[in-house]
């Protein structure tokens, strides 16, 4: 088997948690969200490192940012501006799957983290997985508002 079949994002099972795909990008619902909304854009080329992405593959990873973001802040936040954009990359950053993904978490004012906002990163690793049908309700209430904003 090739080395990069064995991470999730490479598998047949994220499929079930993608809500938006393009030719080089998916955006999926993470399995353990650290707020309503959180969510993860992923090349879906095997790279670990950012600097390994083509030039098209840097630019739909943000145009796909610009499309979803916007979603999720209407459909998390109430169109709050705030969220966090991050990733951990390499050994020694914390990274638990070697294939790239940007976290993009929704931020409210109202949020459990206003006290505390470094406390976001630590919760990355430690927030509680959400059942099958949560996902596939997340994912149906994603792609029915992206197509929704698309029409308006
Ligand atoms: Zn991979």
Redesign the pocket.
């Known amino acids: 088997m090739d080395d ?1 079949e064995k ?1 999730i ?2 598998s047949e099972k994220i499929r079930d948690s993608i809500f938006y795909k393009t030719r080089y990008t998916m955006a999926v619902c993470d399995i353990a969200p650290v707020l309503p909304g959180h969510s993860l854009i992923i090349p879906i080329r ?1 790279v670990s490192d950012p600097v390994q992405l083509m030039n098209e593959e840097v630019v739909d990873m943000f145009n796909v940012l610009k499309r979803i973001k916007p979603v999720l802040s209407k459909v998390f936040t109430k169109g709050s501006d705030s969220y966090n954009l991050t990733a951990q990359i390499g050994r020694y950053s914390g990274m638990s799957i ?2 790239l993904h940007m976290h993009v978490i929704p931020r409210a004012g109202n949020d459990e983290f206003q006290h505390d906002n470094n406390k976001v990163y630590d919760m990355i690793e430690h927030a509680k997985r959400i059942t099958t049908e949560e996902m596939a309700s997340r994912v149906t209430l994603l792609k029915k508002e992206l197509k929704r904003n698309n029409d308006e």
Do not use: I, L, M, S
């Open positions: 990069t991470d994002f490479c095997h070697p294939h």
